[in-house]
């Protein structure tokens, strides 16, 4: 017998970061648009679904979109998800996640991050 290592067939790719992508289905809320002039840039609120169907538990991320193809598909339905008798619904991969703390005792947090994908948009 002879003691060898094999190694799978992985594309390797040379970077200088790194990338912490989540895909997440939840519903849309709080589309906006934020800033100014050319620092201006839209943001919108995702309560992911986590658990089980019966009993759903919600993670809110507050993110930010930089995609322009993104940000003016949702401006046509800002209506609808910022609308609380709306439901849109929506599969979504989100990037750069990071906690931002606040307040006093108990520290409490927000999770922050970038949109940077949108698989599906339904609306119930």
Do not use: W
């Not at 100014?36 to 992911?48: I, L």
Request: glycine share 8%; net charge neutral; hydrophobic share 35%.
């Amino acid at each position: 017998m002879s003691n060898s290592t094999t190694q799978a067939n992985t594309t390797t790719q040379t970077s200088d970061f790194f990338d912490l992508h989540v895909s997440a289905f939840g519903y849309l809320n709080r589309y906006r648009v934020i800033g100014s002039g050319k620092k201006q840039f839209c943001a919108v609120t995702v309560a992911a679904l986590r658990g089980s169907k019966d009993d759903v538990e919600y993670t809110y991320f507050d993110v930010i979109i930089r995609n322009q193809g993104i940000s003016a598909l949702l401006a046509n339905y800002e209506s609808q998800i910022n609308d609380r008798n709306a439901k849109v619904l929506a599969s979504v991969t989100l990037s750069d996640i990071y906690a931002e703390t606040f307040g006093e005792q108990p520290v409490k947090a927000s999770i922050k991050g970038r949109l940077i994908g949108l698989k599906s948009l339904e609306f119930g």
